[in-house]
Nanobody, 118 residues
Framework: EVQLVESGGGLVQAGGSLTLSCAAS????????MGWFRQAPGKGREGISC????????YYTDSVKGRFTISSDNAKKMVYLQMNSLNPEDTAVYSC???????????WGQGTQVTVSS
């Protein structure tokens, strides 16, 4: 059974940093793209970063480029999102995602709340 469990969210002041972690189980990262999405209050879900572990290719949405860094530890089945220079617009529920490259099926974690105060 595929499971994704996020941790590391919390309350931080503007300009601060947080690192989110996603613990994966039930599959190996080969053949998957691992990503982070977020959903702010009253807004739709937004894909912010992803990582293809097979070749290390990464993607960042424009609003987080230069501030967020996605990484993984394949042996530990962990995916991380280092978030720096946070601002109130980054306030959202952040969710870990695993997409099967063969079937395009998406697995989701339960999400972790990140709140940035001004």
């Amino acid at each position: 059974e595929v499971q994704l469990v996020e941790s590391g969210g919390g309350l931080v002041q503007a300009g601060g940093s947080l690192t989110l972690s996603c613990a994966a189980s039930g599959f190996t990262f080969d053949g998957y793209v691992m990503g982070w999405f977020r959903q702010a209050p009253g807004k739709g879900r937004e894909g912010i970063s992803c990582l293809r572990s097979s070749d290390g290719t990464t993607y960042y949405t424009d609003s987080v480029k230069g501030r967020f860094t996605i990484s993984s530890d394949n042996a530990k089945k962990m995916v991380y999102l280092q978030m720096n220079s946070l601002n109130p617009e980054d306030t959202a529920v952040y969710s870990c995602n695993a997409q099967d490259l063969l079937t395009l099926y998406n697995y989701w974690g339960q999400g972790t709340q990140v709140t940035v105060s001004s």
